[in-house]
Protein backbone atom coordinates (compact mmCIF):
# COMPACT_ATOMS: atom_id res chain seq x y z
CA UNK A 1 0.00 0.00 0.00
CA UNK A 2 1.42 3.69 -0.55
CA UNK A 3 1.33 5.90 2.29
CA UNK A 4 -0.83 8.55 0.15
CA UNK A 5 -3.79 5.76 1.23
CA UNK A 6 -3.81 6.87 4.65
CA UNK A 7 -4.02 10.94 3.93
CA UNK A 8 -7.53 12.50 4.72
CA UNK A 9 -7.86 16.36 4.61
CA UNK A 10 -8.30 17.68 8.51
CA UNK A 11 -9.27 20.95 9.52
CA UNK A 12 -6.52 22.95 11.64
CA UNK A 13 -9.07 23.71 14.35
CA UNK A 14 -10.01 20.35 15.02
CA UNK A 15 -6.36 19.73 16.24
CA UNK A 16 -7.10 19.35 20.12
CA UNK A 17 -4.79 21.86 21.92
CA UNK A 18 -5.83 21.23 25.52
CA UNK A 19 -7.37 18.35 27.34
CA UNK A 20 -11.42 18.13 28.16
CA UNK A 21 -12.24 18.46 31.84
CA UNK A 22 -13.21 15.83 33.10
CA UNK A 23 -11.77 13.73 31.57
CA UNK A 24 -13.98 11.15 30.63
CA UNK A 25 -16.13 13.53 29.07
CA UNK A 26 -14.31 13.57 25.72
CA UNK A 27 -16.19 12.05 22.77
CA UNK A 28 -16.22 8.88 21.84
CA UNK A 29 -16.61 6.95 18.37
CA UNK A 30 -17.50 3.44 18.82
CA UNK A 31 -16.97 1.14 15.42
CA UNK A 32 -18.07 -2.23 15.28
CA UNK A 33 -14.97 -4.24 13.59
CA UNK A 34 -17.43 -6.87 11.76
CA UNK A 35 -19.52 -3.93 10.17
CA UNK A 36 -18.14 -0.54 10.48
CA UNK A 37 -21.14 1.13 11.66
CA UNK A 38 -20.26 4.04 14.08
CA UNK A 39 -22.37 5.52 16.80
CA UNK A 40 -21.50 8.61 18.75
CA UNK A 41 -21.27 8.88 22.57
CA UNK A 42 -18.92 10.05 25.25
CA UNK A 43 -16.33 8.12 26.46
CA UNK A 44 -17.78 7.51 29.80
CA UNK A 45 -19.82 5.20 27.82
CA UNK A 46 -17.23 3.12 26.89
CA UNK A 47 -18.67 1.22 30.20
CA UNK A 48 -21.96 0.43 28.18
CA UNK A 49 -19.66 -1.77 25.68
CA UNK A 50 -17.56 -3.66 28.19
CA UNK A 51 -18.91 -7.10 29.12
CA UNK A 52 -17.89 -9.31 32.42
CA UNK A 53 -15.16 -11.61 31.41
CA UNK A 54 -13.43 -8.99 29.40
CA UNK A 55 -9.81 -7.60 30.01
CA UNK A 56 -8.74 -4.38 29.57
CA UNK A 57 -4.63 -4.33 28.82
CA UNK A 58 -3.86 -0.77 29.52
CA UNK A 59 -0.16 1.14 29.50
CA UNK A 60 1.71 2.18 32.35
CA UNK A 61 4.41 4.55 31.45
CA UNK A 62 4.72 7.66 32.81
CA UNK A 63 6.78 10.52 30.52
CA UNK A 64 9.24 11.95 32.34
CA UNK A 65 9.53 16.15 32.02
CA UNK A 66 12.21 15.53 29.47
CA UNK A 67 12.42 18.85 28.11
CA UNK A 68 15.45 20.77 29.39
CA UNK A 69 16.31 24.61 29.05
CA UNK A 70 20.01 25.59 29.73
CA UNK A 71 23.30 27.38 28.80
CA UNK A 72 26.49 26.18 27.77
CA UNK A 73 29.28 26.77 30.64
CA UNK A 74 31.73 28.46 28.97
CA UNK A 75 29.97 30.99 26.08
CA UNK A 76 26.36 30.83 28.42
CA UNK A 77 24.91 30.67 25.15
CA UNK A 78 21.52 28.78 25.22
CA UNK A 79 20.32 25.53 24.38
CA UNK A 80 17.56 23.02 24.74
CA UNK A 81 17.93 19.24 25.01
CA UNK A 82 15.34 16.67 25.17
CA UNK A 83 15.68 13.23 26.79
CA UNK A 84 15.07 10.25 24.18
CA UNK A 85 16.61 7.12 26.28
CA UNK A 86 18.25 6.23 28.97
CA UNK A 87 21.38 4.22 28.10
CA UNK A 88 23.17 4.33 31.10
CA UNK A 89 21.94 5.32 34.63
CA UNK A 90 23.54 8.93 34.18
CA UNK A 91 23.88 8.46 30.68
CA UNK A 92 20.99 9.71 28.11
CA UNK A 93 20.72 9.73 24.25
CA UNK A 94 19.32 13.32 23.82
CA UNK A 95 18.25 15.13 20.77
CA UNK A 96 19.95 18.76 21.32
CA UNK A 97 19.16 22.33 19.46
CA UNK A 98 21.11 23.74 18.28
CA UNK A 99 23.24 20.80 17.59
CA UNK A 100 26.77 22.64 16.50
CA UNK A 101 26.85 23.98 19.63
CA UNK A 102 26.79 20.30 21.15
CA UNK A 103 30.31 19.14 20.80
CA UNK A 104 31.98 16.36 22.63
CA UNK A 105 33.27 17.58 25.66
CA UNK A 106 31.03 20.72 25.72
CA UNK A 107 29.43 21.22 29.25
CA UNK A 108 25.94 22.70 29.87
CA UNK A 109 23.78 23.79 33.08
CA UNK A 110 20.28 23.38 33.58
CA UNK A 111 18.37 25.12 36.70
CA UNK A 112 21.12 27.33 38.40
CA UNK A 113 23.32 24.19 38.22
CA UNK A 114 20.84 21.87 40.09
CA UNK A 115 21.87 19.62 37.01
CA UNK A 116 24.79 19.39 35.15
CA UNK A 117 25.94 17.83 31.65
CA UNK A 118 28.85 16.70 29.43
CA UNK A 119 28.42 15.86 26.08
CA UNK A 120 29.72 12.56 24.91
CA UNK A 121 29.78 11.58 21.67
CA UNK A 122 27.70 12.14 18.49
CA UNK A 123 25.38 8.95 17.45
CA UNK A 124 23.47 8.02 14.40
CA UNK A 125 20.57 10.50 13.58
CA UNK A 126 22.43 13.43 14.89
CA UNK A 127 21.48 12.57 18.44
CA UNK A 128 23.97 13.35 21.76
CA UNK A 129 25.22 11.03 24.20
CA UNK A 130 25.13 12.90 27.44
CA UNK A 131 26.48 12.34 30.89
CA UNK A 132 25.12 13.86 33.48
CA UNK A 133 25.03 14.80 37.10
CA UNK A 134 22.99 16.23 40.00
CA UNK A 135 22.63 15.59 44.06
CA UNK A 136 21.07 12.80 45.37
CA UNK A 137 20.56 9.15 44.00
CA UNK A 138 17.84 9.77 41.02
CA UNK A 139 17.74 11.94 37.96
CA UNK A 140 13.87 11.74 38.15
CA UNK A 141 13.03 14.31 41.10
CA UNK A 142 15.45 16.90 39.62
CA UNK A 143 14.01 16.93 36.47
CA UNK A 144 10.39 17.36 37.91
CA UNK A 145 11.78 20.04 39.50
CA UNK A 146 13.31 21.93 36.19
CA UNK A 147 11.90 19.57 33.14
CA UNK A 148 9.19 20.72 30.60
CA UNK A 149 6.62 17.88 29.74
CA UNK A 150 7.62 17.56 25.80
CA UNK A 151 4.19 17.89 24.20
CA UNK A 152 4.03 17.18 20.86
CA UNK A 153 4.97 19.47 17.81
CA UNK A 154 1.24 20.03 16.65
CA UNK A 155 0.21 21.34 20.65
CA UNK A 156 0.85 25.23 20.47
CA UNK A 157 -0.95 26.14 24.14
CA UNK A 158 1.09 25.90 26.90
CA UNK A 159 0.09 23.13 29.33
CA UNK A 160 -1.29 24.46 32.69
CA UNK A 161 -1.31 20.91 34.79
CA UNK A 162 1.62 18.12 33.93
CA UNK A 163 -0.96 15.73 35.14
CA UNK A 164 -2.87 15.92 32.33
CA UNK A 165 -0.67 15.01 30.30
CA UNK A 166 0.15 11.52 32.78
CA UNK A 167 -2.60 8.76 32.41
CA UNK A 168 -4.11 8.55 35.96
CA UNK A 169 -2.54 5.18 36.16
CA UNK A 170 1.00 6.15 34.91
CA UNK A 171 3.91 4.24 37.04
CA UNK A 172 6.52 3.48 35.35
CA UNK A 173 8.79 6.59 34.65
CA UNK A 174 10.85 6.10 30.49
CA UNK A 175 7.84 7.98 27.95
CA UNK A 176 9.02 10.95 26.29
CA UNK A 177 5.13 10.92 24.94
CA UNK A 178 2.22 9.91 26.48
CA UNK A 179 0.29 6.61 25.50
CA UNK A 180 -2.69 9.37 25.24
CA UNK A 181 -5.61 6.90 24.67
CA UNK A 182 -5.70 6.12 28.84
CA UNK A 183 -5.86 9.96 29.52
CA UNK A 184 -9.62 9.38 28.85
CA UNK A 185 -9.50 7.53 31.96
CA UNK A 186 -10.64 8.71 35.50
CA UNK A 187 -10.14 6.55 38.61
CA UNK A 188 -14.13 6.65 39.32
CA UNK A 189 -14.59 5.06 35.26
CA UNK A 190 -11.67 2.75 36.12
CA UNK A 191 -13.86 1.80 39.55
CA UNK A 192 -16.80 1.26 37.46
CA UNK A 193 -15.69 -1.12 34.91
CA UNK A 194 -14.13 -3.45 37.58
CA UNK A 195 -17.32 -3.64 39.02
CA UNK A 196 -18.64 -5.06 36.65
CA UNK A 197 -16.58 -7.61 36.31
CA UNK A 198 -13.49 -6.17 33.99
CA UNK A 199 -10.47 -7.09 34.97
CA UNK A 200 -7.31 -4.54 34.00
CA UNK A 201 -3.99 -5.27 33.73
CA UNK A 202 -0.72 -3.67 32.59
CA UNK A 203 2.05 -3.68 30.31
CA UNK A 204 5.11 -0.99 30.12
CA UNK A 205 5.81 0.54 26.94
CA UNK A 206 8.43 3.42 27.22
CA UNK A 207 6.65 5.68 24.41
CA UNK A 208 9.56 7.56 22.45
CA UNK A 209 9.49 10.18 19.71
CA UNK A 210 9.52 8.05 16.80
CA UNK A 211 6.09 7.67 17.51
CA UNK A 212 5.95 11.08 15.63
CA UNK A 213 8.30 10.18 12.61
CA UNK A 214 6.50 10.52 9.85
CA UNK A 215 6.76 7.92 7.07
CA UNK A 216 8.28 9.33 4.73
CA UNK A 217 8.77 6.35 1.82
CA UNK A 218 5.81 5.94 -0.79
CA UNK A 219 5.68 2.46 0.09
CA UNK A 220 4.66 1.80 3.77
CA UNK A 221 6.53 -1.71 3.82
CA UNK A 222 10.12 0.43 2.74
CA UNK A 223 9.39 2.44 6.07
CA UNK A 224 11.46 1.44 9.10
CA UNK A 225 10.05 1.68 12.34
CA UNK A 226 11.38 2.75 15.62
CA UNK A 227 12.43 0.85 18.75
CA UNK A 228 11.05 1.13 21.75
CA UNK A 229 11.25 -0.95 25.30
CA UNK A 230 8.15 -3.02 26.17
CA UNK A 231 7.89 -4.88 29.62
CA UNK A 232 5.23 -7.97 30.16
CA UNK A 233 4.30 -8.94 33.67
CA UNK A 234 3.51 -12.62 34.43
CA UNK A 235 0.79 -11.05 36.03
CA UNK A 236 -0.56 -9.37 32.83
CA UNK A 237 0.24 -12.68 30.78
CA UNK A 238 -2.05 -14.93 33.38
CA UNK A 239 -4.68 -12.87 32.77
CA UNK A 240 -4.19 -12.86 29.10
CA UNK A 241 -4.28 -16.57 29.00
CA UNK A 242 -7.50 -17.10 31.36
CA UNK A 243 -9.49 -14.30 29.37
CA UNK A 244 -9.01 -15.80 26.04
CA UNK A 245 -9.18 -19.44 27.52
CA UNK A 246 -12.79 -18.53 29.29
CA UNK A 247 -13.82 -16.67 25.59
CA UNK A 248 -13.29 -13.35 27.18
CA UNK A 249 -12.03 -10.10 24.86
CA UNK A 250 -8.65 -8.98 25.20
CA UNK A 251 -8.74 -5.10 24.68
CA UNK A 252 -6.00 -2.83 24.09
CA UNK A 253 -6.18 0.83 25.97
CA UNK A 254 -3.89 2.69 22.88
CA UNK A 255 -1.50 1.62 20.11
CA UNK A 256 1.36 1.09 22.53
CA UNK A 257 -0.51 -1.34 24.29
CA UNK A 258 -1.44 -2.99 21.09
CA UNK A 259 2.22 -3.34 19.77
CA UNK A 260 3.25 -4.86 23.15
CA UNK A 261 0.58 -7.57 22.88
CA UNK A 262 0.96 -7.96 19.87
CA UNK A 263 5.47 -8.43 20.01
CA UNK A 264 4.35 -11.32 21.99
CA UNK A 265 1.56 -12.56 20.27
CA UNK A 266 4.19 -12.80 17.32
CA UNK A 267 7.27 -14.03 19.16
CA UNK A 268 5.65 -16.82 21.66
CA UNK A 269 2.36 -17.49 20.48
CA UNK A 270 -0.57 -18.17 23.26
CA UNK A 271 -0.07 -19.14 26.12
CA UNK A 272 1.85 -15.85 26.71
CA UNK A 273 4.59 -15.23 29.61
CA UNK A 274 6.77 -12.56 31.00
CA UNK A 275 9.17 -10.75 28.69
CA UNK A 276 11.31 -7.67 28.47
CA UNK A 277 12.65 -6.61 25.62
CA UNK A 278 12.76 -3.90 22.96
CA UNK A 279 10.02 -3.83 19.69
CA UNK A 280 10.35 -2.13 16.28
CA UNK A 281 6.98 -4.32 15.53
CA UNK A 282 5.38 -2.29 12.36
CA UNK A 283 1.31 -3.25 11.61
CA UNK A 284 -0.28 -2.73 8.98
CA UNK A 285 -2.98 -3.66 6.66
CA UNK A 286 -2.89 -7.54 6.15
CA UNK A 287 -1.55 -8.50 9.61
CA UNK A 288 -3.27 -11.07 11.24
CA UNK A 289 -4.17 -10.35 15.14
CA UNK A 290 -2.80 -12.64 17.13
CA UNK A 291 -3.92 -11.61 20.47
CA UNK A 292 -6.30 -8.20 20.15
CA UNK A 293 -10.16 -8.58 20.43
CA UNK A 294 -10.39 -4.71 20.78
CA UNK A 295 -8.96 -1.28 20.96
CA UNK A 296 -9.50 1.71 22.37
CA UNK A 297 -7.32 4.50 20.66
CA UNK A 298 -7.61 8.38 19.56
CA UNK A 299 -7.95 9.54 15.93
CA UNK A 300 -4.04 10.12 14.74
CA UNK A 301 -2.00 11.43 12.31
CA UNK A 302 -2.88 11.62 8.16
CA UNK A 303 -0.03 8.85 6.66
CA UNK A 304 1.04 7.88 10.61
CA UNK A 305 1.76 4.36 11.25
CA UNK A 306 -0.78 4.84 13.91
CA UNK A 307 -3.38 5.48 11.68
CA UNK A 308 -1.95 2.24 9.94
CA UNK A 309 -2.18 0.20 12.79
CA UNK A 310 -5.66 1.25 13.07
CA UNK A 311 -6.74 0.19 9.43
CA UNK A 312 -4.94 -3.42 10.26
CA UNK A 313 -7.22 -3.89 13.34
CA UNK A 314 -10.74 -2.06 12.23
CA UNK A 315 -10.00 -2.79 7.94
CA UNK A 316 -8.73 -0.38 5.78
CA UNK A 317 -11.98 0.77 4.46
CA UNK A 318 -14.17 1.02 7.36
CA UNK A 319 -11.05 3.03 9.31
CA UNK A 320 -11.37 5.25 6.25
CA UNK A 321 -14.78 5.94 6.41
CA UNK A 322 -14.55 6.45 10.12
CA UNK A 323 -12.10 9.17 10.11
CA UNK A 324 -13.76 11.06 7.62
CA UNK A 325 -17.10 10.41 9.52
CA UNK A 326 -15.34 11.68 12.86
CA UNK A 327 -14.11 14.75 10.88
CA UNK A 328 -17.72 15.89 9.28
CA UNK A 329 -19.04 15.15 13.07
CA UNK A 330 -15.79 17.48 14.56
CA UNK A 331 -14.30 15.59 16.52
CA UNK A 332 -11.18 16.53 18.23
CA UNK A 333 -7.85 14.91 16.83
CA UNK A 334 -4.66 13.69 18.16
CA UNK A 335 -3.02 13.69 21.70
CA UNK A 336 -5.61 15.72 23.55
CA UNK A 337 -8.44 14.69 20.94
CA UNK A 338 -11.25 12.15 21.53
CA UNK A 339 -11.04 8.93 21.21
CA UNK A 340 -12.58 5.47 19.26
CA UNK A 341 -13.30 1.95 20.37
CA UNK A 342 -13.24 -0.88 17.84
CA UNK A 343 -14.96 -3.79 19.18
CA UNK A 344 -17.08 -6.79 17.70
CA UNK A 345 -20.33 -6.68 18.49
CA UNK A 346 -21.02 -2.77 18.97
CA UNK A 347 -23.52 -2.81 16.18
CA UNK A 348 -26.46 -2.48 18.83
Not at 111 to 124: A, F
Not at 274 to 293: C, H, M, N, R, S
Amino acid sequence: MKKSDFWFDLPQEQIAQTPIEPRDHSRLLVMDRESGKCSHHHFYDVLDYLKEGDLLVVNDSRVIPARLYGTKEDTGANIEVLLLEQKEKDVWETLVKPGKKAKPGVKLIFGEGLLKGEVLETVEGGNRLIRFSYEGDSIFPVLEQIGNMPLPPYITEKLQDNERYQTVYSHELGSAAAPTAGLHFTNELLDKIKAKGVKVATVTLHVGLGTFRPVKEDEITDHKMHSEHYYLPQETADLINQTKANGGRVIAVGTTSCRTLETLGTKQGLPLHTEEGYTDIFIYPGYQFKVLDGLITNFHLPESTLIMLVSAFAGYEHTMAAYDLAVKEKYRFFSFGDAMLIVNDADK
